[in-house]
């Protein structure tokens, strides 16, 4: 089991209260957490689910990198949607986020606190030294 101080505890914003980390990284492995999209970076509402899914993986995008690491390093992911309906049109925009093997997946049909919210990914990442 990996030794507390070899684990980093990482919250790129602090500033909106939430009792979670963005990613802990631990070891070689960094586990994301709460990556959901309501509106995108000028704040402009994101309704849909494929307007939601593109801005969560660019979010990704960004807290991976700032862990060192990249979307091609994912081996795994949650993906949580609100409607079942979504699932085709989600699958569509996840597809393309992946050049080489897609990762495991677990995809679950999801009410959230936020109405707002449509879908929400997180995932684990794998990067060797």
């Known amino acids: 089991m990996t030794n507390i101080k070899d684990v980093q505890f990482v919250n790129l914003h602090p500033e909106t209260g939430y009792t979670h980390c963005t990613y802990v990284k631990a070891g070689n492995f960094i586990f994301t957490s709460y990556h959901a999209a309501t509106l995108d970076e000028g704040g402009n509402p994101l309704t849909d689910i494929e307007s939601q899914t593109e801005n969560i993986f660019k979010n990704l995008k960004k807290t991976l990198e700032d862990a060192n690491a990249s979307l091609d390093d994912i081996i795994k992911t949650t993906v949580l949607i609100k409607n079942k309906e979504d699932f085709k049109k989600m699958i569509g925009i996840y ?7 897609f990762p495991a997946r677990t995809t679950i049909i999801s009410d959230f606190l936020s109405d707002r919210i449509l879908i929400q990914i997180d995932v684990v990442a794998y990067v060797s030294d």
């Open 95 to 101: 597809r393309n986020q992946f050049r080489t093997d």
